[in-house]
């Protein structure tokens, strides 16, 4: 077998990517086909832990622009993120694949307290842990999320899904003119005002020395040719 470009990985998806076609929700071939690419890695020995949005769902941010307690609209919106890992569980299991929700609000009917030993354990049996809830806590995004797990998994890298292919000069969907980067580092992102990730996410990952990639996840195969080792995305180091 192909020696693996990263060990354990991170994998983050927001809610809208979730939505495929559709103007909310879950759109189900969407699901399918990413449990499918989940699926090939975590085959090859690559341990996979996920973190999702819920922005297809609820926003806690909208809810407060629109009036509602910010708090109260964050916690919809965790509510939201353990909607979604339920539905990438249900199509994970569908193709086989060994899953365990994880869930930072305690939900104990649907989803297993965080607990990061017992996060770390599945990882090492094969399991894909996904996590919701978020950190818990209003005020901080599924960024930060994703990048507090990672760490506290001891994740190689946070590959981060979207829907372009990189990190570009300028919103490549908006500027013909931009321009990609292959690698670039935490300070050139911060001194070019470029957005990956909300500050405190990107911080905190840039503290820990913990490198993200951004990459187009609706492309098929490209998750499998980034772990892998491929030059796939943007690599965002020190």
Same mark, same amino acid.
Do not use: C, W
């Given at each position: 077998?192909?020696?693996?470009?990263?060990?354990?990985?991170?994998?983050?998806?927001?809610?809208?990517?979730?939505?495929?076609?559709?103007?909310?929700?879950?759109?189900?071939?969407?699901?399918? @086909?990413?449990?499918?690419?989940?699926?090939?890695?975590?085959?090859?020995?690559?341990?996979?832990?996920?973190?999702?949005?819920?922005?297809?769902? +609820?926003?806690?941010?909208?809810?407060?622009?629109?009036?509602?307690?910010?708090?109260?609209?964050?916690?919809?919106?965790?509510?939201?993120?353990?909607?979604?890992?339920?539905?990438?569980?249900?199509?994970?299991?569908?193709?086989?694949?060994? !899953?365990?929700?994880?869930?930072?609000?305690?939900?104990?009917?649907?989803?297993?307290?965080?607990?990061?030993?017992?996060?770390?354990?599945?990882?090492?049996?094969?399991?894909?842990?996904? +996590?919701?809830?978020?950190?818990?806590?209003?005020?901080?995004?599924?960024?930060?999320?994703?990048?507090?797990?990672?760490?506290?998994? @001891?994740?190689?890298?946070?590959?981060?899904? !979207?829907?372009?292919?990189?990190?570009?000069?300028?919103?490549? @969907?908006?500027?013909?003119?931009?321009?990609?980067?292959?690698?670039?580092? +935490?300070?050139?992102?911060?001194?070019?005002?470029?957005?990956?990730?909300?500050? !405190?996410?990107?911080?905190?990952?840039?503290?820990?020395?913990?490198?993200?990639?951004?990459?187009?996840?609706?492309?098929?195969?490209?998750?499998?040719?980034?772990?892998?080792?491929?030059?796939?995305?943007?690599?965002?180091?020190?």
């Amino acid at each position: 077998m192909l020696a693996m470009q990263y060990k354990r990985i991170l994998l983050k998806l927001s809610g809208e990517a979730l939505m495929g076609e559709k103007q909310y929700g879950i759109d189900s071939k969407r699901l399918a @086909e990413y449990a499918e690419e989940i699926k090939d890695v975590a085959a090859k020995g690559v341990e996979v832990a996920i973190v999702i949005g819920g922005g297809n769902i +609820f926003r806690g941010l909208t809810g407060a622009a629109t009036g509602m307690d910010r708090v109260q609209g964050d916690h919809m919106g965790m509510l939201a993120t353990v909607i979604n890992g339920l539905a990438l569980q249900s199509a994970l299991e569908m193709q086989g694949v060994q !899953t365990r929700l994880q869930s930072a609000i305690q939900i104990n009917e649907v989803a297993e307290p965080f607990i990061r030993r017992r996060a770390m354990r599945h990882l090492e049996k094969g399991r894909v842990v996904i +996590f919701g809830g978020g950190t818990g806590n209003p005020y901080f995004t599924t960024d930060s999320a994703a990048v507090l797990r990672a760490i506290e998994i @001891e994740a190689d890298v946070i590959l981060k899904g !979207t829907r372009v292919d990189g990190i570009y000069t300028s919103d490549p @969907e908006k500027d013909k003119n931009a321009t990609k980067f292959d690698t670039i580092s +935490f300070a050139d992102v911060l001194l070019k005002g470029l957005k990956v990730m909300d500050t !405190t996410a990107f911080t905190l990952s840039q503290e820990n020395e913990l490198p993200i990639v951004v990459f187009d996840m609706n492309k098929t195969g490209n998750l499998m040719k980034l772990v892998e080792g491929e030059n796939i995305g943007t690599v965002v180091n020190i």
